[in-house]
């Protein structure tokens, strides 16, 4: 195939008047200068794409969804691709495809929609609300998993005129970037990603080719994280001296994910120090088992050092570990280390373990991962002198609370360096609160002053209108070719002589001159693709079929 442009066909050859269609809008209907509920609307060219599709975890039925009375017509959404399993990213899944008139396609990567489907039967089952206020049920969800495609990283998809590929990106198991591409124009989702590789995920990918607007998480704004074995020592300083004190210590995680990480420090700490091994640790999870089966099954999407160890055995079988299903099972009669969801303290088990165990100054929590605003997780980080319980009663808080965040999410050096490197000319913050989403953009916005990166950072409900204009450009296909082809090759030029393994043959390199040539064709277009071809050959280049209509005329 020959790609020309086509200087004198008006229409749809080098047509750079803009049109409406020449404007791409992004709208966060969440993450939108906030973390939690992420689910960002892009329209280019007539297409309608969704970027994930959670709730807020400081807010609880109709409240914690998406703005999704933003969307004037769901059944006009062509695509909705989901970054991970996270609840903040994938919560409100099964509410828009079965509550709302969605008709478009799903997909999420393999480890994601396993995990999914478990923290969200589980979500159902531990929500504190009233039946009328569920926002789904198990029937729901089960008709929402049904309608789930997968996707492999890398591999590319098309549907309706949309292209869009998955890389990884590092911050859980199956967590993906989205690469999409309308119209020639390409769009990276980044969702949650980190560049650092740790002791069970590889670092997020770097797409080896230009990107026109980059979507980034801005969560942890412009803070720094400390280097692993410095988080890791600390991390299991704190725990030891809970401990060793003679003190419970808490550990509120997500169900999946960083959990796992913890658990792979706390077992080889463990291990490392005979001393301890009286001490239990509990991960109190009813996902545990299921979880672990999980992670046993993709561990050919993680690191080589997790792979190494497979070849061994179960890296996730725990030898220092047990599973907690409940307060019933649990023997709370001195020192012990309990890893239980969910992290952000909102209810359920880290819920009832915190309110039994903070009066004791003995006992400790240590937050490890990101919390939002309106959590009691990050409520009690600002070291309170009581805290209210879940029926009401003000207790007070003398268990020790400390804070090292193994949250999987870029920070600035890594968002910094992974803009330099892809240098996209348009750069859209989200997921982020406020006040750091704001001194992000403003270091962004000092940093590439002068140079061809603009900065923006929508709120909710917000659009964000970015211009694109292109030329049209046409394939000229088929018998069409031929005369081009000969037209723009000079005949040989003795001086360009090329010797080969044989000394008696010479290869001549051809030139190319510019030259106008008249094409008589016909135009086709599929989705945003022109071809220019034979009428003749019509069925050979496309689906489509010509038919000779004979007409006879007698007077």
Known sequence: WLTRVLPNMSGIAKRKAATTSDVLNIMPIGAGNEVG?????LQFKGKTIMLDCGIHPAYSGLASLPYFDMIDDPSAIDLLLVSHFHLDHAGSLPYFLEKTSFKGRVFMTHPTKAICKMLLTDYVKVSNIAIDEMLFDEADLSRSMDKIELVNYHQEVEHNGIK???YNAGHVLGAAMFMVEIAGVRILYTGDFSRQEDRHLMAAEIPNMNVDILIVESTYGV?????RIE??????GIVHDTVRRGGRCLIPVFALGRAQELLLILDEYWTAHPELQHIPIYYASSLAKKAMTIY???INMMNDRIKALADLGNPFKFKNIANLKGMSDFDDSGPCVVMASPGMLQSGLSRELFEKWCS??????LIASYCVEGTLAKHIMSEPSEITTSSGLSVPLNMSVDYISFSAHSDFIQTSEFIDILQPPHVVLVHGDANEMSRLKQSLVAKYEGKNVTVHSPKNCQTLDLEFRSEKVAKIVGSLATPLVESLVVKA???QKEATADATDTLIKPTRRDVTVKVSGVIVRKDFAHSIMSPEELGTFTQLKTNIVNQKLSV
């Not at 988080?231 to 299991?236: C, G, K, M, S, W």
């Not at 004791?360 to 929590?365: E, F």
């Open 37 to 41: 509920r992420s689910c960002i609307i």
């Open 164 to 166: 869009f590929w998955a």
């Open 223 to 227: 803070q720094v994280h400390e280097p």
């Open 231 to 236: 988080r890791e020592l600390r991390f299991t």
């Open 296 to 298: 046993k099954t993709y």
């Open 360 to 365: 004791d100054r003995r006992n400790g929590v």
């Open 493 to 495: 030029d003795p001086s």
